[in-house]
């Protein structure tokens, strides 16, 4: 009776073998979707630290030449490239050390972001902050384009952005 038992059930091992390697290949597909998605949220993460870490970089570089005349300067030539003044080996004077601050700045930027990275630097001297003390409003944003593959298959550049917003003292004292 055994023996009948055993060669009424041949072939059921295989069925249940091929059943659970299918189950398998579905848990692996997803858990390959999730590994695709998991790497472009952190590329999309370290873009976003490039960015924060940038603009808090010309901040700084804005808190050491704090004149009104270097801050309209830096605002003016963030609208372009800047100007390469070499600073770093000659001396400049406040108008030109912002002009190469923009410059360099720029530079590291678009190397640190895809695409084609642009910044702007916009002050805001009249709110009720500057009126009452001799501070500057600095509003600081960067805009850069990740690629984005959509579910038709193109690629795209999803537009992502990076605004801040600080107050830098202009005169001294404050």
């Known amino acids: 009776m055994s023996i009948r038992f055993i060669k009424g059930n041949r ?3 295989l069925l249940e073998a091929l059943i659970s390697f299918l189950i398998l290949s579905i848990g692996m ?3 390959a979707s999730l590994q695709a998605f998991s790497l472009k949220a952190g590329k999309t993460s370290v873009y976003n630290s490039v960015a924060l870490m940038k603009t808090d970089e010309l901040l700084e570089s804005m808190r050491v030449n704090p004149s009104a005349t270097a801050l309209a300067m830096y605002e003016t ?3 372009g490239a800047g100007t390469d003044k070499s600073c770093s080996t000659s001396t400049c004077d406040e108008q030109e050390l912002a002009q190469d601050d923009i410059f360099w700045w720029k530079k590291n930027l678009t190397a640190g972001l ?3 990275a642009t910044a ?3 002050l805001d001297t009249t709110g009720a902050a500057a009126a009452a003390s001799k ?3 600095v509003t600081v944003t960067v805009n850069w384009k990740e690629r984005h593959t959509s579910d038709t ?3 795209t550049g999803v537009a992502k952005s990076h605004t801040t917003t600080a ?3 202009n005169e001294i004292p404050c």
């Open 11 to 13: 072939g059921f091992t």
């Open 29 to 31: 597909l997803g858990i």
């Open 77 to 79: 030539a963030s609208a």
């Open 114 to 116: 895809p695409g084609a």
């Open 120 to 122: 702007s630097v916009v």
């Open 135 to 137: 501070m500057t409003e």
């Open 153 to 155: 298959g193109n690629t």
């Open 167 to 169: 107050f830098i003292c």
